[in-house]
């Protein structure tokens, strides 16, 4: 039976996520997730039972932006990360929890130093390789397998390129539509993630469509950038203690 912090903690999951995928904080809020749910729960439980209501989120964004992406930065990218999600599924699933602490607050600092950066990314002089796509894919499947922070390499390496909002958005919402759907077989085989867990959490489900209305509210009523660098205040604090806690 779920306590109540679980509870609550998975209300605020999934408003998150809704808000995310309604334009409110970009993937930041998404990336604050896991370490959240990790101040209750061991790493691995936190970053399974997000992945279902991460691809009931995707099927929103999809119709969305449907065939509004770049196919060729996802045929350039997707098949490298299937590597790197095969990699960050073995250590999610190996990994003792305090290790898996420690990596999940470094990829959260990570995630608050690209944002940092992210600004300086649109106007830098950019020269595009195909080896930059290849460790980019690898980094965003492994980031994202491990602990659901696969946006932060993908966000950066796609702002490089200069794409329109709409094809940026498209793009990015089915490569990581791809990556979730590919995450799931092998989150299963490795008991991250099993059926009573899913079933534990469907109450959660519409919340995400909630969420995802107050995004499209919000945004129209309070400067997004104050909210998204709320969020990131919050991912340094979460990625502090991470680094500096114990598993409870």
Not at 111 to 130: E, G, N, Q
Not at 160 to 188: E, H, R, S
Not at 209 to 234: A, D, S, Y
Request: charge should be positive.
């Amino acid at each position: 039976m779920m306590t109540l912090d679980t509870i609550l903690l998975m209300v605020l999951a999934t408003l998150l996520i809704g808000l995310s995928k309604g334009g409110l904080g970009g993937p930041v809020p998404v990336t604050l997730i896991a370490p959240l749910l990790s101040q209750i729960m061991p790493v691995p439980q936190a970053v399974g039972i997000t992945l279902p209501l991460l691809m009931v989120a995707d099927a929103f964004a999809l119709r969305a932006y449907w065939r509004k992406w770049d196919m060729k930065y996802i045929r350039l990218l997707l098949p490298i990360s299937l590597i790197g999600i095969v990699m960050g599924t073995w250590v999610l699933a190996n990994l003792d929890d305090l290790a898996l602490r420690r990596l999940l607050g470094l990829f959260t600092l990570i995630a608050v130093v690209y944002k940092l950066a992210s600004d300086s990314l649109k106007s830098m002089a950019y020269t595009p390789h195909d080896w930059h796509a290849y460790f980019v894919g690898w980094a965003s499947g492994f980031g994202a397998a491990v602990a659901n922070v696969g946006a932060p390499p993908f966000t950066a390496y796609m702002l490089l390129q200069k794409l329109d909002p709409i094809t940026f958005m498209g793009t990015t919402t089915l490569f990581f539509a791809i990556v979730n759907a590919v995450k799931l077989p092998g989150f299963l085989l490795a008991g991250t993630i099993d059926l009573q867990q899913l079933l534990s959490i469907a109450w959660a489900i519409p919340i995400i469509p909630f969420g995802v209305w107050m995004g499209r509210q919000t945004v129209q009523r309070v400067n997004p950038k104050v909210f998204e660098w709320l969020m990131v205040v919050l991912l340094f604090i979460a990625s502090i203690s991470l680094l500096t806690s114990a598993p409870r």
